[in-house]
Each structure stands twice: as C-alpha cells, then as structure tokens.
C-alpha cells in the first residue's frame, strides 16, 4: 500500500508564502514523476508543477516565477515553495505520484488527500 501525505497548508496574506510537503511511503522501488495539483470551488483540478526523477520540471503557467518544485529524492519526498500568493491560489492542493513501481506492482498511480491553501487578508 501507498501513501503520500501531504503537509504545509494554511491560511496566508496576499503576496505571502507557503511550502508544502508530500512524502510517499510503502513498498516503493521507485516513482517517475511526483507533483502537485490544485482543485479551487467550483473548477477541474488543474496541475500545478511536476518534477521527474532526472530532475526535468514543468509549471503552469500561472505560477512560473512564483512557484517553485523541489525535492524527490530517495526518500520519495517533493516540496512545493510558493511565493508571492495570490487569492486565486486558493486551492486544495494535491500530491500525486506518477508511474509508480514496487514488489507486485506496475506504473501506478497515487493521490495524496489534500491540504487546502487559503490567501486571503
């Protein structure tokens, strides 16, 4: 069984910062891609930066230069630092893990539950 747990929410001021945290745990010999995702009220779950293994990222556009993902190493863990918050960055944030493998499994996929980002005065 896989687990992410994600970790960092909370309510901040516009222009403030959070980070947030996700650490896979299980039988996990290894994860291609970790990420994160956001659901606002009301709208699809969007992504909203990816890290693979080799260290390749990719953002959406509304949070490049604000957002920035780290992390995934051999402790399955990635960070999420973001800057410069804005109120429509108010979102549940999610953790997913990407083509994961261990002992009797292939390329699945995994969701963390959620922490909710609040920017608000």
């Known amino acids: 069984q896989v687990q992410l747990v994600e970790s960092g929410g909370g309510l901040v001021q516009p222009g403030g910062s959070l980070r947030l945290s996700c650490a896979a745990s299980?039988?996990?010999?290894?994860?291609?891609?970790m990420g994160w995702y956001r659901q606002a009220p009301g709208k699809q779950r969007e992504l909203v930066a990816e890290?693979?293994?080799?260290?390749?990222?990719r953002y959406a556009s509304g949070v490049k230069g604000r957002f920035t993902i780290s992390g995934y190493n051999a402790r399955n863990t990635v960070y999420l630092s973001m800057d410069s918050l804005k109120p429509e960055d108010t979102a549940v944030y999610y953790c997913?893990?990407?083509?994961?493998?261990?002992?009797?499994?292939?390329?699945?996929?995994?969701w963390g539950k959620g922490t909710l980002v609040t920017v608000s005065s």
């Open positions: 299980g039988s996990i010999f290894s994860i291609y891609a």
């Open positions: 890290i693979t293994s080799g260290g390749d990222a």
């Open positions: 997913k893990a990407d083509h994961v493998t261990g002992p009797d499994y292939y390329g699945m996929d995994y």
